[in-house]
C-alpha cells in the first residue's frame, strides 16, 4: 500500500476524490498474462482484450478497497498506482489504530472478491441459474479432480441459455481473475495482503516473513513439478522479496 510517478506514458485520473495513474507497464503484464504471445488471429486478440480489461477493473476495485476504508478510518489517501502486476495505494498517514490498519488492508481483496461474486451472480441471472457462475468460478482450477457428474451439471447450467460469445468471455473472466486473484493475495506471504493482515493480527511481521518463504517454497517445487515456469519465476521472486522483508524486520528487532 506507496508510490506515484510521472511520465507522458502514464494514464492519470481522479475518482471520489483519490487520484490514480496507471503505468504503461501493467498493461503489457495483463496483456502477457491474458495470452498475447500465443494469439494467432482477431479472436484471439479479442480474448486478451477482454482479459486486460477485467484485470485492469478487479485492480481498481481492489486498491479501491484500500483506499476507501482507510479514508473512513481515518487514514489521509495520497492516491493508488497500478503497475507490473499489482498495484498500491499511498496513504500519508495510517489510519489511527491497529484495527483500522488491519480492514484497511482486508478491504482490498474483499472488495474484488465480491466483485467476482456480483459478476457470477450476473451471469447466473442472464442463464436462469443464479449461483451457476459463481460455482463455477469457485471449482474452476479444480475441474480436473472433480467428479465428472458435478462438472457436467454445472457446465450444462453455464450454457443451458444462449448468450453472445464476447459477454460469456467477459463475465468468465471477470469471474475467475476476481475470484483467484482475491484469494491468492490472501496468501500469508509478503507483499500481498496476507502477510500484511497476519502481522497485524499477529502483532509481529517476522513470523509471516518466515511463513512466506516456506508457502513460496512449497508452491515453487509444485509449479516446477506442474510444469508452471512463469509461475515458478513469480514464486520465486516473491520468495525473495519475503527474505528481503525478513533482514529488515529482523534488523529492526534487534536494533
Known amino acids: 500500500m506507496n508510490s506515484q510517478n510521472s511520465s507522458p506514458w502514464v494514464l492519470r485520473f481522479a475518482l471520489f476524490g483519490?487520484?490514480?495513474?496507471?503505468?504503461?507497464?501493467?498493461?503489457?503484464?495483463?496483456?502477457?498474462?491474458?495470452?498475447?504471445?500465443?494469439?494467432?488471429?482477431?479472436?484471439?486478440?479479442?480474448?486478451?482484450?477482454?482479459?486486460?480489461?477485467?484485470g485492469m477493473l478487479c485492480l481498481l476495485v481492489?486498491?479501491?478497497?484500500?483506499?476507501?476504508?482507510?479514508?473512513?478510518?481515518?487514514?489521509?489517501?495520497?492516491?493508488?498506482?497500478?503497475?507490473?502486476?499489482?498495484?498500491?495505494?499511498?496513504f500519508a498517514t495510517l489510519p489511527r489504530r491497529r484495527a483500522g490498519y488491519f480492514f484497511?488492508?482486508?478491504?482490498?481483496?474483499?472488495?474484488?472478491?465480491?466483485?467476482?461474486?456480483?459478476?457470477?451472480?450476473?451471469?447466473?441471472?442472464?442463464?436462469?441459474?443464479?449461483?451457476?457462475?459463481?460455482?463455477?468460478?469457485?471449482?474452476?482450477?479444480?475441474?480436473?479432480?472433480?467428479?465428472?457428474?458435478?462438472?457436467?451439471?454445472?457446465?450444462?447450467?453455464?450454457?443451458?441459455?444462449?448468450?453472445?460469445?464476447?459477454?460469456?468471455?467477459?463475465?468468465?473472466?471477470?469471474?475467475?481473475?476476481?475470484?483467484?486473484?482475491?484469494?491468492?493475495?490472501?496468501l500469508p506471504l509478503f507483499p500481498l495482503d496476507g502477510g500484511k493482515l497476519l502481522g497485524s493480527l499477529l502483532n509481529n511481521y517476522l513470523i509471516p516473513c518466515v511463513l512466506g518463504l516456506v508457502v513460496c517454497a512449497g508452491l515453487c517445487i509444485w509449479a516446477v513439478v506442474d510444469g508452471q515456469w512463469f509461475n515458478v519465476m513469480i514464486l520465486g521472486y516473491l520468495g525473495f522479496i519475503n527474505w528481503q522483508y525478513l533482514k529488515v524486520f529482523y534488523a529492526r528487532r534487534r536494533g
Open 104 to 186: 484497511t488492508v482486508l478491504a482490498g481483496p474483499l472488495s474484488s472478491l465480491l466483485l467476482g461474486v456480483v459478476l457470477g451472480l450476473c451471469f447466473g441471472l442472464q442463464i436462469g441459474n443464479v449461483w451457476a457462475g459463481v460455482r463455477y468460478a469457485c471449482i474452476m482450477p479444480w475441474q480436473s479432480v472433480l467428479p465428472m457428474e458435478l462438472q457436467q451439471q454445472i457446465v450444462l447450467g453455464l450454457y443451458a441459455h444462449p448468450m453472445p460469445h464476447l459477454l460469456q468471455q467477459a463475465y468468465m473472466v471477470g469471474m475467475l481473475i476476481c475470484f483467484w486473484w482475491s484469494l491468492f493475495n490472501l
Open 18 to 54: 483519490i487520484p490514480v495513474s496507471i503505468q504503461p507497464i501493467s498493461w503489457i503484464v495483463l496483456a502477457l498474462l491474458g495470452g498475447a504471445m500465443g494469439a494467432n488471429d482477431g479472436n484471439d486478440l479479442l480474448q486478451v482484450a477482454v482479459f486486460v480489461v477485467a
Open 62 to 90: 481492489h486498491e479501491f478497497g484500500h483506499a476507501l476504508v482507510g479514508r473512513a478510518g481515518g487514514a489521509l489517501v495520497e492516491g493508488i498506482e497500478i503497475a507490473g502486476m499489482g498495484g498500491t495505494t499511498s
